[in-house]
């Protein structure tokens, strides 16, 4: 008897869609494209991130997240802890660093060019997820700190959402097969 383990489910989505960080709730992704379980959805579209920041340092700062356009990533995983979140958001962090040119860094989920941010991240979890949200600058006019962007990178954002994709999918699908196969002691 074979068994076969869920996927995680991918979307990558050809329509531009501003994000505004309420996109980061509880199945966004299944009540606007279907998805249900853990999935990843990658789209285009301006960034502006005010009133819904999660992260509570830029909250406090009273800081804000803008781009003119930026590739989004948005991840949602079912029965996952915010410390398991946030080992999988650095998970992806590391994945599209390996599939960027040589120069970009990575320092924990954030990922740098030339001295200009190039990524925004943040994990966090509801009462029935876990949920990240990860965003590359394509383009930085109007950003509000020195940024980087894609096109800088001369880097193709439907490319590189892809290969990111499908590897994340394998990285996810190769730890639940990992889970399953163990022998307790």
Do not use: W
């Not at 003119?68 to 958001?89: C, I, N, S, T």
Request: positive net charge; hydrophobic residues 45%; aromatic residues 8%.
């Amino acid at each position: 008897m074979k068994f076969q383990l869920d996927s995680m489910q991918i979307l990558l989505h050809k329509k531009q869609l501003k994000y505004t960080g309420a996109e980061l709730s509880p199945h966004f992704i299944y009540r606007n494209f279907g998805l249900l379980g853990d999935a990843l959805v990658a789209f285009a579209g301006e960034c502006e991130v005010r009133e819904q920041l999660v992260d509570l340092e830029d909250s406090l700062n009273r800081d804000f997240i803008y781009s003119p356009k930026m590739l989004h990533f948005l991840l949602e995983h079912f029965g996952m802890g915010l410390a398991e979140a946030v080992a999988r958001q650095r998970l992806f962090a590391a994945i599209i660093r390996e599939l960027l040119p040589a120069g970009v860094r990575r320092e924990g989920d954030d990922l740098y060019y030339r001295g200009g941010k190039l990524s925004v991240s943040i994990a966090t979890v509801s009462p029935v997820s876990a949920l990240i949200h990860f965003g590359l600058n394509i383009e930085t006019a109007g950003c509000p700190v020195a940024a980087a962007g894609l096109s800088d990178l001369k880097v193709k954002p439907f490319k590189l959402a892809q290969e990111a994709c499908r590897i994340y999918r394998d990285e996810h699908n190769s730890i639940r097969k990992a889970c399953c196969k163990v022998i307790p002691r």
